[in-house]
Antibody, heavy 124, light 108 residues
Framework: QVQLQQWGAGLLKPSETLSLTCAVY????????WSWIRQSPGKGLEWIGE???????NYNPSLKSRVTMSVDTSKNQFSLKLNSVTAADPAVYYC??????????????????WGRGTPVTVSS | SSELTQDPAVSVALGQTVTITCQGD??????ASWYQQKPGQAPVLVIY???NRPSGIPDRFSGSTSGNTASLTITGAQAEDEADYYC???????????FGGGTKLTVL
């Protein structure tokens, strides 16, 4: 059974860099998209970006200028860095495994395994 | 545009059937997936593809799609189904992955 374990600093000051890591246990690291999603207090889910095992990444355009994702295939881990955090960035940050299936009539995408979430606070 | 639209709130009587919808242009090319989220917990995938259920998801959950609208149906809603539900898909314009705003389901 695949599990994601995530960790990182939960209290940041404005302008600091948020840094989180997610480790994949019990399954393959290749063949999937590894995503970060966040949820601000009382709000919905916001996709931050994704990376695959070869390091190819896609980011949410609204956050792209501040986001960097990386992978460490030797440890089956992937990481998120979000620069210059502000009062708009406090949220629970989740890592998740994404899969894509291509069919003749359509494509489907799903995130079937999620980390437990890391609450992040930004305060001076 | 890269967005999925959901009704903010829906209610259903215990044991009855409820459908939660999700609209967006991306759904013409990509099937939606659906997630259940209970307070203080991570989202859980309940439906993906045409109407596929991950292991452990009750068969009262089903999905369908028509045009730009995806639907999640719960047939015989239970008290434990009370939660927030989010739809999600990939998108070929703008944001590569999009979520709906979420629907809060209340079981009466």
């Amino acid at each position: 059974q695949v599990q994601l374990q995530q960790w990182g600093a939960g209290l940041l000051k404005p302008s600091e860099t948020l840094s989180l890591t997610c480790a994949v246990y019990g399954g393959s690291f290749s063949g999937y998209y590894w995503s970060w999603i966040r949820q601000s207090p009382g709000k919905g889910l916001e996709w931050i970006g994704e990376i695959n095992h070869s390091g190819s990444s896609n980011y949410n355009p609204s956050l792209k200028s501040r986001v960097t994702m990386s992978v460490d295939t030797s440890k089956n881990q992937f990481s998120l860095k979000l620069n210059s955090v502000t009062a708009a960035d406090p949220a629970v940050y989740y890592c998740a495994r994404g899969g894509v299936v291509v069919l003749p009539e359509a494509i489907y995408y799903y995130m079937d395994v999620w980390g437990r979430g890391t609450p992040v606070t930004v305060s001076s | 545009s890269s967005e999925l639209t959901q009704d903010p709130a829906v209610s259903v009587a215990l044991g009855q059937t409820v459908t939660i919808t999700c609209q967006g242009d991306s759904l013409r090319s990509y099937y939606a997936s659906w997630y259940q989220q209970k307070p203080g917990q991570a989202p859980v995938l309940v439906i993906y593809g045409k109407s596929n259920r991950p292991s452990g998801i009750p068969d009262r959950f089903s999905g369908s799609t028509s045009g730009n609208t995806a639907s999640l149906t719960i047939t015989g809603a239970q008290a434990e189904d009370e939660a927030d539900y989010y739809c999600n898909s990939r998108d070929s314009s703008g944001n590569p992955v999009v979520f709906g705003g979420g629907t809060k389901l209340t079981v009466l």
